[in-house]
């Protein structure tokens, strides 16, 4: 896993493999599981503005600061 951690807040997370449902919101892992079932989370980035969540089936997904769906990503 390549974490890039910016003091306690996670910036940045890869794992091919999957990562920890523990790093990533609740709400966010929830939205997944009931939209994707089959899918497991392989990188999640946040910023300033939104997180961004990329699954194994190349399925990115946006959410807001809040951990609300915003978009598909293209």
Same mark, same amino acid.
Request: aromatic share 10%.
């Given at each position: ?7 306690? &807040?996670? =910036?940045?997370?890869?794992s ?7 790093? *990533? %919101?609740? &709400?966010?892992v929830?939205? =997944?599981?009931?939209?994707?079932p089959?899918? *497991? *989370? ?8 939104? &997180?961004? =969540?990329?699954?194994? %089936?190349?399925?990115?997904? =946006?959410?807001?600061?809040? %951990?609300?769906?915003?978009? *598909?990503?293209?």
């Amino acid at each position: 896993i390549g974490l890039h951690p910016i003091e306690t &807040q996670i =910036v940045k997370a890869e794992s091919k493999n999957g990562l920890p449902e523990k790093l *990533i %919101n609740p &709400q966010i892992v929830a939205y =997944v599981k009931a939209h994707f079932p089959k899918a *497991i *989370i392989t990188e999640y980035s946040y910023d300033k503005w939104e &997180q961004d =969540v990329e699954l194994n %089936n190349e399925i990115d997904l =946006v959410f807001d600061r809040n %951990n609300a769906f915003k978009h *598909i990503d293209d």
